[in-house]
C-alpha cells in the first residue's frame, strides 16, 4: 500500500489494501486472415510494446487471444479473459468498422454490464484529426464485471494515436488520449492503481484520488 493515511480518507485505504498488486491485461486480435495465419498478427505485439513504455507501476502481465470475425468466438473470448483469467483490462483490435465481418462493437455490448461511451467518441475524434473515415469507426468500451473493455482501431498507428492522443512540439496535449482516463477508471472498478509515465501518457485523476508516487 502506497497511501499516507493523513492525507487519505478511510475508503481510500481500504480500496487500496483490496486492489490487486498484478495488473493484468487482455489483449485481442480479431481477424479472419490473421487467426488462419495469411498474415502476422500486428496489434497484439503493438500494444505490448506501448505497455512497456507507458505502464510504470504496478507489475502487470498480458493475457493474448488471436480470434476470427466470429460473434460468439468474441463473446467467448471476452467473457474468458474477465470470468477466468481475471483481466482488469481488455483490448481489442480489429472488426469495428461497417463490413459485414465486422462484429466486435455487437459482440462486446452482448457482454456488457455498463457501457462507457466516452471512449468510443475521444477515439473517433482523435482519429478524425487524420482521416475523415474516421466516422466509420464503431468502437465502443463496456464494463463487465470489474473489468473495463475496449475496442481499439486495427492498425499498429491507429491505435498508439487512440491511446495517446495528440501532442504539440513540446509535448503539451493537443486531443488527450483515451489512456489519460483508464487508470482512474480501473481505481473505480475496484482494480490496480496504475501509475504511467508521463512522457508517453500521463494518467488524469481528482486530487483525491491521487496516490504518492511508488
Same mark, same amino acid.
Given at each position: 500500500?502506497?497511501?499516507?493515511?493523513?492525507?487519505?480518507?478511510?475508503?481510500?485505504?481500504?480500496?487500496?489494501?483490496?486492489?490487486?498488486?498484478?495488473?493484468?491485461?487482455?489483449? &485481442?486480435?480479431?481477424?479472419? +486472415?490473421?487467426?488462419?495465419?495469411?498474415?502476422?498478427?500486428?496489434?497484439?505485439?503493438?500494444?505490448?510494446?506501448?505497455?512497456?513504455l507507458a505502464i510504470s507501476a504496478?507489475?502487470?502481465? $498480458?493475457?493474448?487471444?488471436?480470434?476470427?470475425?466470429?460473434?460468439?468466438?468474441?463473446?467467448?473470448?471476452?467473457?474468458?479473459?474477465?470470468?477466468?483469467?481475471?483481466?482488469?483490462?481488455?483490448?481489442?483490435?480489429?472488426? $469495428?468498422?461497417?463490413?459485414?465481418?465486422?462484429?466486435?462493437?455487437?459482440?462486446?455490448?452482448?457482454?456488457?454490464?455498463?457501457?462507457?461511451?466516452?471512449?468510443?467518441?475521444?477515439?473517433?475524434?482523435?482519429?478524425?484529426?487524420?482521416?475523415? $473515415?474516421?466516422?466509420?469507426? +464503431?468502437?465502443?468500451? &463496456?464494463?463487465?464485471?470489474?473489468?473495463?473493455?475496449?475496442?481499439?482501431?486495427?492498425?499498429?498507428?491507429?491505435?498508439?494515436?487512440?491511446?495517446?492522443?495528440?501532442?504539440?512540439?513540446?509535448?503539451?496535449?493537443?486531443?488527450?488520449?483515451?489512456?489519460?482516463?483508464?487508470?482512474?477508471?480501473?481505481?473505480?472498478?475496484?482494480?490496480?492503481?496504475?501509475? $504511467?509515465?508521463?512522457?508517453?501518457?500521463?494518467?488524469?485523476?481528482?486530487?483525491?484520488?491521487?496516490?504518492?508516487?511508488?
Open positions: 500500500m502506497h497511501l499516507k493515511p493523513e492525507n487519505t480518507k478511510p475508503e481510500d485505504i481500504i480500496r487500496a489494501m483490496s486492489a490487486p498488486a498484478e495488473l493484468i491485461i487482455g489483449l &485481442v486480435s480479431i481477424s479472419d +486472415r490473421a487467426s488462419k495465419g495469411v498474415y502476422k498478427d500486428e496489434g497484439i505485439p503493438a500494444l505490448e510494446d506501448w505497455f512497456k504496478p507489475q502487470w502481465r $498480458t493475457v493474448t487471444r488471436l480470434i476470427p470475425d466470429e460473434r460468439p468466438v468474441i463473446e467467448a473470448t471476452l467473457k474468458e479473459l474477465v470470468d477466468q483469467e481475471g483481466c482488469h483490462l481488455v483490448l481489442t483490435t480489429g472488426g $469495428t468498422g461497417p463490413a459485414l465481418r465486422d462484429v466486435t462493437p455487437e459482440a462486446t455490448l452482448a457482454v456488457a454490464d455498463k457501457e462507457m461511451p466516452g471512449f468510443g467518441e475521444q477515439m473517433r475524434q482523435v482519429s478524425l484529426k487524420f482521416v475523415p $473515415t474516421a466516422i466509420l469507426s +464503431r468502437q465502443v468500451a &463496456v464494463i463487465r464485471k470489474q473489468a473495463l473493455i475496449i475496442n481499439l482501431p486495427g492498425q499498429p498507428k491507429a491505435i498508439k494515436e487512440t491511446l495517446e492522443g495528440l501532442k504539440d512540439e513540446n509535448g503539451k496535449p493537443l486531443v488527450h488520449g483515451i489512456f489519460a482516463a483508464v487508470p482512474y477508471c480501473i481505481d473505480l472498478i475496484g482494480g490496480p492503481y496504475i501509475e $504511467t509515465n508521463d512522457a508517453v501518457c500521463k494518467a488524469f485523476r481528482p486530487k483525491s484520488a491521487i496516490r504518492p508516487k511508488t
